[in-house]
């Protein structure tokens, strides 16, 4: 999952490409490096981010959403924990929401979802983006994490989600400090138990940049750790700034994991 922010203040890319014709043109980039999937965004997430209105979050979105539509075979995805962003964006051709708030922010999120019988992701996060680093704490991150999930994924389903369509994400950087999300990573087969994918989104992210003492322009090599150790146990979709660099990441890491390879040997025979 290719990553395009079209804000000024996101934590990595914020106002590189708020102008749609240069959003439009990094998102084409980043499918002919290869995404299978991109991500755009018209609200920043990062901590302490400021919250915007929905015609602002439109304004950013539809028309990089209009002038990729046509353009792309891969499914887009829209950032967003608005009902209304949603609905219009999905109206134009969107296909996956990518709700961070886990359909909890906007109590009609779920119904557009189902009645669009679109894609959706649901992210775990503490607190909200404003408050979520203050004072994160757990017993267990990975048992909460998955308890979570666990409740969402019945709320998304009575709300008439089908199940194969949600994917879940735990939320890296998202109210987590470090030891956080450490164990979240290296705890990541423990979702396998509720039988669907698993979408990380490492890329660059703070934590990363704690453990390899490097500031945000510079955790690319940081970032492939991670994406390798996630594949691993059992990620199925990363969701990345640096899609070129990360794909031999993932290839190489799928190659050497029994689940992954022997699902390619099934492809190719």
């Known amino acids: 999952m290719g990553v395009v922010n079209i804000t000024d203040d996101s934590f990595y890319d914020g106002g590189r490409y708020v102008e749609p014709e240069r959003a439009i043109a990094h998102a084409l980039e980043l499918v002919e490096q290869g995404a299978d999937i991109i991500d755009l965004g018209g609200e920043s997430t990062r901590p302490g981010a400021r919250s915007i209105s929905e015609q602002e979050e439109l304004a950013h979105v539809i028309p990089v959403l209009k002038g990729l539509v046509h353009r792309v075979s891969v499914p887009i995805s829209v950032d967003t924990t608005k009902s209304r962003v949603a609905e219009i964006t999905l109206d134009c051709g969107a296909s996956i929401i990518n709700d961070v708030s886990a359909l909890r922010q906007d109590p009609a999120m779920a119904s557009v979802?189902?009645?669009?019988?679109?894609?959706?992701?649901?992210?775990?996060?503490?607190?909200?983006?404003?408050?979520?680093?203050?004072?994160?704490h757990y017993s267990n991150v990975v048992g909460e994490v998955v308890h979570f999930f666990d409740e969402r994924l019945q709320v998304a389903l009575r709300a008439g989600i089908a199940r194969t369509n949600i994917v879940l994400d735990p939320g890296f950087?998202?109210?987590?400090?470090?030891?956080?999300?450490?164990?979240?990573?290296?705890?990541?087969?423990?979702?396998?138990?509720?039988?669907r994918p698993v979408l990380v989104g490492l890329s660059r992210k703070a934590f990363i940049g704690k453990v390899v003492e490097r500031p945000v322009e510079h955790r690319e090599w940081g970032t492939a750790a991670a994406v390798a150790l996630a594949v691993d146990r059992g990620a199925h979709i990363v969701r990345v700034h640096d899609v070129a660099m990360m794909i031999d990441v993932v290839k190489m890491a799928a190659a050497l994991n029994p689940r992954w390879s022997s699902c390619e040997q099934e492809h190719d025979a």
Do not use: C, I, W, Y
Not at 173 to 195: C, I, M, P, R, T
């Open 113 to 136: 979802v189902a009645r669009f019988d679109a894609g959706v992701v649901l992210m775990h996060m503490q607190g909200s983006p404003q408050t979520m680093q203050q004072s994160p």
């Open 173 to 195: 950087g998202f109210g987590k400090l470090l030891s956080h999300n450490l164990d979240l990573l290296n705890g990541l087969s423990a979702f396998e138990a509720l039988n």
